[in-house]
Every structure is written in C-alpha cells, then in structure tokens.
C-alpha cells in the first residue's frame, strides 16, 4: 500500500486523477484508515496494558487488510490526511518495510485563499481564525511538518505549481519515488474522480464542489492572497528541500 496526504486544497484530487490513468494503479477515495490507524497508534503508545503486547504490528496490519479487502493493483494508494501524522507512519512502518507517503504541499496562504473563494463567508476575518476549513488546513499543515521531520526519508512531495506547470516530470518523480515505470499521462478530458463531498457540504454548508476538476490541466499559478494577514502566511517549508 501506498500512502497519498497532504494539505487541502493543493490539487490532491488532481494528483489522483492522474495517477488513476494508470492501469496497475488504483487510487482511493478519501478514506479513514489512516485516521483510523493514527488513532489506534496513539491508544496503542498511551496504553500500558497495549505495549505489554508488543508494537502493535498485527493489530495496525489487520486494520489496513480489512479496510482494503479486494485491492489487488500493483500500485495501491489509500488516500488520507492523517498518513503524514507521525503516529499513522510509526504504525504503518511496523506493518510495511517500505513505507511511501506522496504529500501534495501548496503554500500556507494560497490554500486559505481557496477555502475563501470556496466557501465565500460572510465574515471574513471570523473564518479566517474560527472555522471548521481554516481549523482542518491549521491542522493538516502541522502534521504534515511533524510527520516530515520525525519520518523525511518515507515522504516525497508534490508542489502544486510544478504539478500544474510541468505535470510529466512531477509524475515522473512519482513513479521513481515508488518504484514504477514512467506513463504518459494525458492532460486533457481529465476523468473525475468519485468523491462524495455530501459530508463536507454538512459541515460547511452549501455544495462546494471540493473536488470538481476542470477537464484539462490549468498551469495558471497566479492566485490572490491579499486578504490573507501576513501573520497566517506560514512557512512553506518543503521548499527547501525541493
């Protein structure tokens, strides 16, 4: 299993759909098995009766079999958020040797800008310190930084402007990071990928459409972050390694 994170709104959907145009490949959907395995990790670690029993490696491996039962793709991704959280990589380095996570990074205020345009609220600086889309960006943005630094060697990132700009070679980094042969993508007619925003649109209210594709690649970078306060525009901190 392959492991697909990142930070919202930095064209993960994209990423999948491209990825998807492979016939060895299959992606997932937005899935809960790395939260699912993060949160077992975490109880696992705070449980004196659990690590009596080991590291957890069979426990954390029977989860991921039972979440994927049939996925029989070469190359398998489960798409999830929480698999750049230090405790969702920890668990699965016991169950896998070669743990790979593809990390799709934008930066800090860009992504704000687009939970702006997206979800158009009416009071601007209230969304920008309390809300549930700002929260989830806070917070993957910061998992995302403890899980490079404690696991760097197990997370290759995708820029969002070099995946727009140049989507052939950052696929190609794809596939050496994973070990596949390099595939001709086509950039055009892009097949949608078969989210279910119902839950999202609950919380957020309204349809949002978060993870429509325009029908080709758009290599436009220029995006408006004026209405981001510099004090919210964070490090992007991938860069340097880049």
Known sequence: MI????????????LCSLLGQRTDTVVSTTSALGTLVMKANLEWENSVTCRKKGDG??????MMDAYHPDQSAKY??????????PYAIAAAKTVQDDV??????????????????????????????????????????????????AFPDNIHFVRHADLVTNPQATLDGVSDFIGAEHFE????????????????????????????????VDSNTEFDTSMIPENMKLDSFWDAIL
């Open 100 to 149: 790979r996570i593809i990390a799709t990074v934008r930066p800090f205020a860009e992504c704000a800008a687009s939970f702006v345009k997206l979800c158009c609220p009416d009071d601007l600086p209230r969304f920008l310190s309390d809300s549930v889309p700002m929260d989830h960006l806070f917070r993957t943005y910061q998992t995302l930084k403890l899980g490079y630094e």
């Open 76 to 85: 398998f991704f489960d798409k999830s958020r929480d698999w750049s959280d």
């Open 3 to 14: 492991f697909l994170s990142g930070i919202p709104r930095s064209c993960s959907t994209l």
């Open 57 to 62: 490696r069979e426990v954390f491996k029977a």
């Open 185 to 216: 993508h086509w950039l055009t007619d892009l097949d949608q990928v078969e989210e279910d925003d119902s839950a999202w649109d609950e919380v957020w209210g309204g349809d949002k459409t978060l993870h429509q594709l325009k029908a080709d």
